[in-house]
């Protein structure tokens, strides 16, 4: 009997079995922020890409397309909300942003794919 408990056969595959959920829940949390920080980057680079051509242009549609067309340049996880621009020669210039959870499936929720939503803003002067 005692022989039996102190045989240790087959316990490495226990402990394998036991850590690969965890190990694939770790990858998963990782992949999820890097996902995030894509999101925000590419937000901080519309706002300015916004700010410029807002700075040279005078004009808050042209500089929401292009703050647009860089967002949806961003990939499938992240999604334009929007790029209001405030006050006319000092502007402030503000791009929001709507950043899946790219391991949450949209079956589970009744309002579909859950996002969370981020601003970036800048501010700058139209040059004359």
């Known amino acids: 009997m005692k022989r039996k408990i102190l045989n240790e056969e087959g316990s ?3 402990e394998f ?3 690969v959920p965890m190990i694939f ?3 998963m949390i990782a992949w999820q922020f890097v996902a995030g920080f894509h999101g925000l980057m590419i937000a901080e680079s519309a706002a300015s890409e916004a700010a410029k051509v807002y700075s ?5 549609g042209e500089a929401t397309a292009a703050a647009k067309k860089i967002v949806d340049a961003g990939g499938s996880t992240i999604s334009f ?3 209001p621009i405030s006050g ?3 502007f402030t210039a503000a791009v929001n942003v709507r ?5 949450l499936p949209a079956s589970l929720f009744s309002g579909g794919k ?4 981020y601003s970036a803003d800048t501010s700058g002067k139209v040059i004359k």
Do not use: Q
């Open 12 to 14: 490495a595959t226990i």
């Open 17 to 19: 079995i036991g850590v």
């Open 25 to 27: 829940m770790a990858m």
């Open 56 to 60: 040279v242009t005078a004009d808050a």
């Open 81 to 83: 909300a929007g790029a």
């Open 88 to 90: 006319t020669n000092e």
């Open 99 to 103: 950043i899946d959870f790219v391991f």
């Open 114 to 117: 859950p996002t969370f939503s």
